[in-house]
DNA sequence: TTCAATCATATTGTGCGCAATATGATTGCG
DNA sequence: CGCAATCATATTGCGCACAATATGATTGAA
């Protein structure tokens, strides 16, 4: 019962799928608040963190590269969501920090979440399992 | 214990992260022939197929549409590998078939699954329980 | 101190994803 | 039959992802 280049038998098609399902019923939430899923983590990573972060901070977090980082923020600073300012102690460095509008944000996203979880509606244990594989994924192709 | 709005703490950013480590694997494996990750997906379901697929049907099994598939399958006939044209009998359809140099890919590919598969390492009863996850999750978002 | 190596970010170019819209073929109702 | 609604694909526009490269700041060894 061996068919690899099977679609359907192959992990690789499931994961590409669920994660464009995931993200495209993000997208539809966020767009009231005129924001993309990728920016919407970025926030997350924000609003979690104490003080600014430069722009390797937030691509670390979110295994993102400046290519991607670098105009994505231009967008939300342009939304006056978050402002980008050269590290003093560093000029290489440009810090990332949030707006009071980026902050009013987490309220907004706050119920996001939840109602994704509702849609998809597996329950808490299968989602610790999902999420505790997906890491090991992650973890494993990342450490090569 | 509730902290919805952390990064790690949501199901989101793992599946996320996860698709996009396992589709850069792919991808560096699948360069030496000169494809993407979502060019070997259609040709995953060209391989599968007895006849030629519409782009409709292409779209039904990849969950992708023709803003995506049209551009693609360009890319795809310019390299050789298929052949587009409209279906006699319905001439708003446009067929896509293999050519022997898209036949001849399926021998390179064949082993990709097995070496991605080796560098995520995780046993095929977790795999098993993953795929099915990924799928409700399908599922239920796509039925809405 | 100097300057080559390293580091952080930015830029460029290509290929997705996907919403919105356009175009042309087909169908079916009156 | 005639033509409006529907259908299949294509086009447009925008925002990611990411590899490759460029730019400018910092560091450290001679």
Chains 1, 2 share one sequence.
Do not use: N
């Amino acid at each position: 019962m061996d068919r690899p280049l099977e679609l359907d038998d192959q992990l690789c098609f499931p994961l590409y799928a669920a994660a464009r399902a995931v993200t495209r019923a993000y997208s539809q939430l966020l767009a009231d608040a005129g924001l993309t899923y990728p920016q919407y983590l970025v926030l997350l990573a924000l609003w979690s963190s104490e003080s600014p972060l430069s722009v390797g901070e937030l691509g670390e977090r979110l295994h993102l590269d400046s290519g991607t980082l670098t105009p994505l923020l231009k967008r939300l600073e342009t939304a006056g969501h978050v402002t980008r300012r050269r590290d003093p102690a560093d000029e290489r460095r440009v810090l990332i920090a949030l707006t009071g509008s980026g902050e009013a944000l987490r309220g907004v996203a706050a119920e996001i979440p939840a109602e994704v979880g509702a849609m998809v509606g597996i329950d808490v244990g299968q989602a610790e399992v999902l999420k505790g594989l997906l890491t090991t994924i992650i973890d494993r192709l990342e450490s090569r």
